[in-house]
């Protein structure tokens, strides 16, 4: 059996942006060479969260090849080959969007995800993570997050698993299971699947945007329900949360249950757990395991290497910006506002000022003119003019500018969560409240929130 083991490792929040590349190749069922190459990213910077996982810093990329150089080294691994990857739906990702930055077409191959395969066949694991299947086969030369490293011990589990099964090739793995290799030709691709084709979520309660953007059927967080628990340093969770949601997954309720398919554990708490401390949640989550549950624990690393790396950024859409809305209303809280920094766009229909006003009778901050503020601010109030531009197609400056900040932020953790709601949002909000103080309505009121100065 032949096939070569691939993982890629990414510089910033954008998929194409390579800065490492492993590769085992196999033959005969043994691993006979081995590559690792350092590649100069596009875009060429790093961020923090990236730089974390992996430890590769700029200045060791800075005068290596940059990728559409190094293909015609490399191409000859890929062109009708079978690749194998651990988590091949990030992996695949990162090669059709590098060489799509490049123009570069797309060669020809088959390939396979060691992960998928692991969990349909080795059920009850903690996760399917490559240290957790490599100790699962023993496996002891992993160094995770480097790319020949990562590679190798797919490599490997594949063999194992082969073995295991008494199996010769990748072909009679996937006849005798029922999996769906995945093909890469020259326009487009089909993923690779344990499974058969699963039925396209329903679409968000709110349809505005003219053109809906399927959701990838093969991520492992499609259709899964996430929980977080423990602090995340790198993402404010509701951040995390959006990002899950936008993959096609599910992360209501917030408590984990016998449901959970993943529970995503903050860096400070999966370093405690490695080190024997148990939660309750924790506990929890090991009891449900060993009763067959579909459930894995993964730490915050984990998660950010399993999701697409560019889904991490900050981006406006319509959908968000409804679905903040409708919540934002649903809650019907008298002091939503109250201590909070709320961010404004230009091309309200009320006056600016006005608006700053109303927000400070909610003992809130309101403006539109300090760009430091983005940051820190906990709502971003959209003009109905730009929601408008938006369904056109069109971006206005104010959303590229609040987008481009706060995703240049290195230190992602200090960012806080965002609620993005329109302005007939805001000003139904401002509507109620009078209506509330003249006892014309009821609103929510939790009275350990509320600041003596809220009028």
Same mark, same amino acid.
């Given at each position: 059996?032949?096939?070569?083991?691939?993982?890629?490792?990414?510089?910033?929040?954008?998929?194409?942006?390579?800065?490492?590349?492993?590769?085992?190749?196999?033959?005969?069922?043994?691993?006979?060479?081995?590559?690792?190459?350092?590649?100069?990213?596009?875009?060429?910077?790093?961020?923090?969260?990236?730089?974390?996982?992996?430890?590769?810093?700029?200045?060791?990329?800075?005068?290596?090849?940059?990728?559409?150089?190094?293909?015609?080294?490399?191409?000859?691994?890929?062109?009708?080959?079978?690749?194998?990857?651990?988590?091949?739906?990030?992996?695949?990702?990162?090669?059709?969007?590098?060489?799509?930055?490049?123009?570069?077409?797309?060669?020809?191959?088959?390939?396979?995800?060691?992960?998928?395969?692991?969990?349909?066949?080795?059920?009850?694991?903690?996760?399917?993570?490559?240290?957790?299947?490599?100790?699962?086969?023993?496996?002891?030369?992993?160094?995770?997050?480097?790319?020949?490293?990562?590679?190798?011990?797919?490599?490997?589990?594949?063999?194992?698993?082969?073995?295991?099964?008494?199996?010769?090739?990748?072909?009679?793995?996937?006849? &005798?299971?029922?999996?769906?290799k995945g093909v890469l030709?020259?326009?487009?691709?089909?993923?690779?699947?344990?499974?058969?084709?699963?039925?396209?979520?329903?679409?968000?309660?709110?349809?505005?945007?003219?053109?809906?953007?399927?959701?990838?059927e093969e991520h492992p967080?499609?259709? &899964?329900?996430? @929980?977080?628990?423990?602090?995340?340093?790198?993402?404010?969770?509701?951040?995390?949360?959006?990002? @899950?949601?936008?993959?096609?997954?599910?992360?209501?309720?917030?408590?984990?249950?016998?449901?959970?398919?993943?529970?995503?554990?903050?860096?400070?708490?999966?370093?405690?757990?490695?080190?024997?401390?148990?939660?309750?949640?924790?506990?929890?989550?090991?009891?449900?395991?060993?009763?067959?549950?579909?459930?894995?624990?993964?730490?915050?690393?984990?998660?950010?290497?399993?999701?697409?790396?560019?889904?991490?950024?900050?981006?406006?859409?319509?959908?968000?910006?409804?679905?903040?809305?409708?919540?934002?209303?649903?809650?019907?809280?008298?002091?939503?506002?109250?201590?909070?920094?709320?961010?404004?766009?230009?091309?309200?229909?009320?006056?600016?000022?006005?608006?700053?006003?109303?927000?400070?009778?909610?003992?809130?901050?309101?403006?539109?003119?300090?760009?430091?503020?983005?940051?820190?601010?906990?709502?971003?109030?959209?003009?109905?003019?730009?929601?408008?531009?938006?369904?056109?197609?069109?971006?206005?400056?104010?959303?590229?500018?609040?987008?481009?900040?706060?995703?240049?932020?290195?230190?992602?953790?200090?960012?806080?969560?965002?609620?993005?709601?329109?302005?007939?949002?805001?000003?139904?909000?401002?509507?109620?409240?009078?209506?509330?103080?003249?006892?014309?309505? &009821?609103?929510?009121?939790?009275?350990?929130?509320?600041?003596?100065?809220?009028?």
């Open positions: 059996m032949n096939f070569i083991a691939l993982d890629f490792e990414t510089a910033n929040f954008k998929r194409q942006s390579v800065c490492a590349i492993g590769m085992a190749i196999v033959e005969n069922n043994e691993i006979v060479k081995t590559i690792y190459k350092l590649i100069k990213p596009t875009p060429n910077y790093y961020e923090n969260i990236n730089m974390s996982i992996h430890g590769i810093k700029p200045e060791m990329t800075e005068n290596e090849k940059t990728f559409d150089e190094l293909w015609e080294e490399i191409k000859i691994y890929f062109e009708n080959k079978t690749i194998v990857a651990h988590n091949a739906s990030f992996d695949l990702s990162a090669l059709r969007y590098v060489l799509d930055s490049y123009n570069i077409p797309y060669p020809t191959l088959d390939y396979y995800c060691s992960m998928l395969i692991s969990k349909n066949l080795y059920s009850g694991l903690t996760n399917y993570q490559l240290p957790t299947i490599c100790k699962h086969f023993n496996i002891n030369n992993l160094s995770h997050h480097n790319a020949v490293s990562d590679a190798t011990a797919c490599a490997q589990i594949i063999i194992e698993i082969l073995k295991d099964k008494k199996i010769n090739s990748l072909e009679d793995l996937e006849q &005798k299971f029922n999996f769906r030709y020259r326009r487009s691709y089909n993923p690779f699947s344990c499974c058969g084709r699963k039925p396209l979520p329903s679409k968000t309660l709110f349809e505005i945007k003219p053109d809906e953007t399927s959701f990838d967080f499609y259709q &899964k329900r996430v @929980v977080f628990t423990g602090t995340l340093s790198n993402l404010a969770r509701n951040d995390a949360k959006s990002i @899950v949601e936008r993959i096609g997954g599910i992360v209501n309720p917030e408590n984990l249950n016998s449901k959970t398919n993943y529970l995503v554990v903050g860096t400070y708490d999966y370093s405690q757990y490695g080190a024997g401390y148990k939660s309750g949640k924790l506990k929890k989550a090991e009891e449900l395991i060993a009763q067959g549950k579909d459930l894995e624990i993964i730490s915050e690393n984990d998660f950010f290497s399993m999701i697409h790396s560019e889904d991490v950024s900050f981006e406006i859409t319509l959908e968000q910006i409804e679905n903040d809305s409708k919540k934002f209303l649903e809650r019907n809280k008298y002091n939503d506002f109250s201590g909070k920094n709320i961010y404004f766009s230009n091309n309200l229909s009320i006056d600016r000022l006005e608006a700053f006003q109303m927000v400070g009778y909610c003992s809130g901050y309101g403006h539109d003119y300090d760009l430091d503020e983005i940051a820190n601010s906990d709502f971003f109030v959209i003009s109905t003019k730009l929601i408008e531009d938006l369904i056109n197609g069109v971006k206005g400056k104010v959303i590229i500018d609040f987008e481009q900040i706060r995703n240049k932020s290195q230190k992602r953790g200090d960012l806080k969560a965002i609620k993005l709601i329109s302005e007939e949002c805001f000003l139904e909000y401002i509507e109620r409240r009078k209506r509330f103080q003249k006892g014309e309505i &009821k609103m929510n009121i939790f009275e350990h929130e509320i600041n003596n100065n809220v009028p």
